[in-house]
């Protein structure tokens, strides 16, 4: 589904030259779970960014079912990411004005094909557990509510591939537990998922796990190469589940 | 339940449950709107008064018999009055007259008056009511004054009443045995007029020669007579020439001629327009980079919101035509709002003749269709600044890095 091919990605920060992604090469097959796992900063969701195109690589080739995405306009990576891709993000990213069904129904506006409608966006929230709250307005939702609305609207297009960027970094364990078990069946039912997180906890969900570290990835082996504690830092929290 | 997403319910949405955050651009909007709308319904008022006043000034001439300047000094060749109608008098001429003037030059207009008789009619009035005749098609001086124009020349069996008189407007009313229909009631004029109804010359003649309608002493009115012949002279002749011109054939008449000109009054209403256009020209500008600001305000704001669409697969091209079309949904509540308290103050200043005395012109509302018309100039302008002003934002909204704005967080 999608192959990077020697990506980089510099950014230019006070008069110095920062590689946030390093001549990275990877590759995701259809029905993949694959996560990427590294500490803040390294890399990792500009790396994702960089697959879904909302980021243009320095240097590299991405292609996403054998279309190169560095060579389509912006018009056309708009229209692959509505019709292809679904976004999970840390925070929730519901617009705060509409309910949750409207949240859900929103992406369709701006998809070619626009099948969205009100029935298949209850049916979404009704797969996700949140169908009695639908009508209910973000700020009353709590974050596992948020975050379950966010990947229904995910799935709202029917998208191939979902990309969740530290989709349960703001999660305490239970409410990580149910989401990522969600993430799991729609995985299973044949979605592609890609997802980054600093968590390590999440590594048995992934068919295959990569670590980044200072812009490099490397696919995971056992034990992991890379320090997943930023010196001085606090440790991340351990659950005892799956 | 089918429904889908649209554009326009997801602007709606936005603005309703976000009122703080669209206050301020709305009240920029409702204040552009309120100062358009007051300069130009200001405008129409007071130029719909001034033609108005300038179609009540009656005749710049009338022409009478030569005995009426003896009996009524009053109303000498320097008349400082509006000329709108004959003062009662049984001196007449005919309207063989009115042919003669016909070879003068600059004459726009001629109309025939003839006084009848003052009758006691209790119904209408407690004091004495004149009667006259007038030619409803060539009337120039009565008609201007109704409070609302006749649909049709007057007909027989059809007459126009002052407004002291107590019928109202298809009433009927009855003068020495003859039934006649109001079809026209006058605005107040503070003279005689209000006390007068008004025939057509035919049904004055008919009743002119029923029984006990003239005094006794008076003499009778044959078909043809009149009293006076009102005129109206071309816009910009001399009057004193056309006036030397009508008295030459004859030392039979004389004529009556208005001694005051409209220009001055003119000028200073024609002033009016241009003072309160700039003032509104002042507040459009001053407002413009206002709304730009408020609007650039509002889209950095909302740039994480424009990030995730961003992510969504809404092109730049969505994001521009959002942007805008949110600005142009606040301009236009903005405008209504605006409009709609402009025009409630309005109504209140004008019922207590607040306007009038302040701007020192008399103030009349425009029409419905002149309100309707202001109201949509309003709004085309209040919706064009907003388009205008949220144009730079638009377009940095649709140019923004998505990935940076939307990993900024927010719940």
Same mark, same amino acid.
């Given at each position: 589904? /999608?192959?990077?091919?020697?990506?980089?990605?510099?950014?230019?920060?006070?008069?110095?030259?920062?590689?946030?992604?390093?001549?990275?090469?990877?590759?995701?097959?259809?029905?993949?779970?694959?996560?990427?796992?590294?500490?803040?900063?390294?890399?990792?969701?500009?790396?994702?960014?960089?697959?879904?195109?909302?980021?243009?690589?320095? $240097?590299?080739?991405?292609?996403?079912?054998?279309?190169? /995405?560095?060579?389509?306009?912006?018009?056309?990576?708009?229209?692959?990411?509505?019709?292809? /891709?679904?976004?999970?993000?840390?925070?929730?990213?519901?617009?705060?004005?509409?309910?949750?069904?409207?949240?859900?129904?929103?992406?369709?506006?701006?998809?070619? $094909?626009?099948?969205?409608?009100?029935?298949?966006?209850?049916?979404?929230?009704?797969?996700?557990?949140?169908?009695?709250?639908?009508?209910?307005?973000?700020?009353?939702?709590?974050?596992?509510?948020?975050?379950?609305?966010?990947?229904?609207?995910?799935?709202?297009?029917?998208?191939?591939?979902? /990309?969740?960027?530290?989709?349960?970094?703001?999660?305490?364990?239970?409410?990580?537990?149910?989401?990522?078990?969600?993430?799991?069946?729609? $995985?299973?039912?044949?979605?592609?998922?890609?997802?980054?997180?600093? $968590?390590?906890?999440?590594?048995?969900?992934?068919?295959?796990?990569?670590?980044?570290?200072?812009?490099?990835?490397?696919?995971?082996?056992?034990?992991?190469?890379?320090?997943?504690?930023?010196?001085?830092?606090?440790?991340?929290?351990?659950?005892?589940?799956? | 339940?089918?429904?889908?997403?649209?554009?326009?319910?997801?602007?709606?949405?936005?603005?309703?449950?976000?009122?703080?955050?669209?206050? %301020?651009?709305?009240?920029?909007? !409702?204040?552009? %709107?309120?100062?358009?709308?007051?300069?130009?319904?200001?405008?129409?008022?007071?130029?719909?008064?001034?033609?108005?006043?300038?179609?009540?000034?009656?005749?710049?001439?009338?022409?009478?018999?030569?005995?009426?300047?003896?009996?009524?000094?009053?109303?000498?060749?320097?008349?400082?009055?509006?000329?709108?109608?004959?003062?009662?008098?049984? &001196?007449? &001429?005919?309207?063989?007259?009115?042919?003669?003037?016909?070879?003068?030059?600059?004459?726009?207009?001629?109309?025939?008056?003839?006084?009848?008789?003052?009758?006691?009619?209790?119904?209408?009035?407690?004091?004495?009511?004149?009667?006259?005749?007038?030619?409803?098609?060539? +009337?120039?001086?009565?008609?201007?004054?109704?409070?609302?124009?006749?649909?049709?020349?007057?007909?027989?069996?059809?007459?126009?009443?002052?407004?002291?008189?107590?019928?109202?407007?298809?009433?009927?009313?009855?003068?020495?045995?003859?039934?006649?229909?109001?079809?026209?009631?006058?605005?107040?004029?503070?003279? @005689?007029?209000?006390?007068? =109804?008004?025939?057509?010359? +035919? +049904?004055?003649?008919?009743?002119?020669?029923?029984?006990?309608?003239?005094?006794? @002493?008076?003499?009778? =009115?044959?078909?043809?007579?009149?009293?006076?012949?009102?005129?109206?002279?071309?816009?910009?002749?001399?009057?004193?020439?056309?006036?030397?011109?009508?008295?030459?054939?004859?030392?039979?008449?004389?004529?009556?001629?208005?001694?005051?000109?409209?220009?001055?009054?003119?000028?200073?209403?024609?002033?009016?327009?241009?003072?309160?256009?700039?003032?509104?020209?002042?507040?459009?500008?001053?407002?413009?980079?206002?709304? @730009?600001? =408020?609007?650039?305000?509002?889209?950095?704001?909302?740039?994480?919101?424009?990030?995730?669409?961003?992510?969504?697969?809404?092109?730049?091209?969505?994001? &521009? &035509?959002?942007?805008?079309?949110?600005?142009?949904?606040?301009?236009?509540?903005?405008?209504?709002?605006?409009?709609?308290?402009?025009?409630?103050?309005?109504?209140?200043?004008?019922?207590?003749?607040?306007?009038?005395?302040?701007?020192?012109?008399?103030?009349?509302?425009?029409?419905?269709?002149?309100?309707?018309?202001?109201?949509?100039?309003?709004?085309?302008?209040?919706?064009?600044?907003?388009?205008?002003?949220?144009?730079?934002? !638009?377009?940095?909204?649709?140019?923004?890095?998505?990935? +940076?704005?939307?990993?900024?967080?927010?719940?």
């Amino acid at each position: 589904m /999608i192959e990077v091919t020697g990506v980089t990605k510099t950014y230019s920060a006070q008069g110095s030259e920062v590689r946030a992604v390093d001549d990275v090469h990877f590759e995701v097959k259809t029905g993949d779970f694959v996560l990427i796992l590294g500490r803040s900063g390294s890399g990792k969701s500009t790396l994702l960014g960089m697959l879904a195109g909302l980021i243009r690589p320095t $240097n590299g080739v991405i292609r996403f079912n054998g279309k190169e /995405i560095g060579s389509l306009s912006e018009d056309k990576i708009s229209e692959l990411r509505a019709k292809e /891709i679904g976004f999970v993000f840390q925070f929730s990213g519901l617009i705060p004005t509409i309910t949750a069904l409207e949240n859900v129904m929103l992406p369709t506006l701006f998809s070619p $094909n626009g099948s969205g409608s009100r029935s298949e966006a209850l049916k979404l929230l009704k797969r996700v557990g949140m169908s009695h709250r639908a009508d209910a307005y973000p700020r009353t939702l709590s974050s596992g509510e948020m975050k379950r609305v966010a990947i229904a609207r995910a799935l709202i297009n029917g998208p191939a591939l979902i /990309i969740a960027d530290e989709p349960t970094g703001d999660l305490d364990v239970d409410t990580e537990y149910e989401i990522m078990e969600l993430f799991r069946e729609l $995985n299973r039912e044949g979605k592609t998922i890609v997802m980054v997180t600093h $968590n390590p906890d999440l590594v048995p969900y992934a068919n295959r796990t990569y670590g980044m570290d200072r812009g490099k990835l490397v696919q995971r082996s056992d034990p992991f190469p890379f320090r997943m504690v930023p010196e001085g830092g606090a440790q991340p929290h351990q659950s005892d589940r799956p | 339940m089918n429904r889908k997403m649209d554009y326009l319910t997801f602007i709606v949405a936005s603005i309703r449950n976000k009122p703080g955050r669209n206050l %301020a651009t709305v009240f920029c909007f !409702a204040f552009i %709107a309120a100062n358009v709308f007051s300069a130009q319904y200001l405008i129409s008022g007071a130029s719909g008064s001034f033609d108005q006043g300038v179609l009540r000034m009656g005749a710049d001439l009338m022409v009478v018999p030569s005995q009426y300047q003896w009996l009524f000094r009053g109303s000498g060749p320097q008349n400082t009055a509006a000329l709108v109608k004959v003062e009662p008098t049984t &001196f007449r &001429f005919t309207t063989g007259t009115m042919d003669k003037m016909k070879n003068v030059t600059n004459i726009v207009k001629m109309s025939p008056q003839i006084y009848i008789a003052k009758l006691t009619v209790p119904d209408l009035s407690s004091s004495p009511v004149e009667i006259y005749g007038i030619d409803p098609v060539t +009337d120039f001086t009565i008609q201007p004054w109704l409070q609302y124009p006749l649909d049709h020349s007057l007909n027989s069996g059809e007459v126009i009443i002052g407004n002291a008189l107590s019928a109202e407007r298809s009433s009927k009313i009855t003068l020495s045995g003859h039934t006649y229909t109001v079809a026209g009631v006058l605005d107040p004029t503070q003279s @005689a007029v209000d006390h007068t =109804i008004f025939l057509g010359l +035919d +049904d004055a003649y008919t009743l002119a020669a029923a029984e006990g309608v003239l005094p006794a @002493a008076d003499p009778p =009115i044959r078909r043809g007579d009149i009293n006076a012949v009102m005129v109206q002279v071309v816009p910009g002749a001399d009057p004193e020439m056309v006036n030397s011109r009508i008295r030459q054939p004859s030392n039979a008449i004389t004529v009556i001629q208005r001694h005051f000109a409209l220009d001055p009054t003119a000028r200073e209403v024609q002033g009016l327009p241009a003072l309160l256009n700039m003032i509104s020209a002042v507040v459009i500008v001053a407002a413009l980079p206002l709304i @730009a600001l =408020i609007a650039g305000m509002v889209a950095h704001e909302r740039q994480r919101e424009i990030g995730l669409f961003m992510s969504m697969g809404a092109k730049r091209s969505v994001i &521009f &035509f959002l942007v805008i079309v949110e600005s142009l949904v606040l301009a236009a509540i903005g405008g209504i709002a605006g409009v709609g308290a402009s025009l409630a103050v309005f109504f209140v200043l004008n019922a207590q003749g607040f306007l009038t005395s302040t701007l020192q012109v008399s103030f009349r509302m425009p029409s419905a269709a002149g309100i309707g018309m202001i109201t949509a100039v309003t709004l085309i302008i209040v919706i064009t600044i907003g388009s205008i002003a949220s144009l730079w934002p !638009a377009y940095r909204s649709s140019m923004m890095n998505p990935y +940076d704005a939307i990993r900024g967080g927010w719940r």
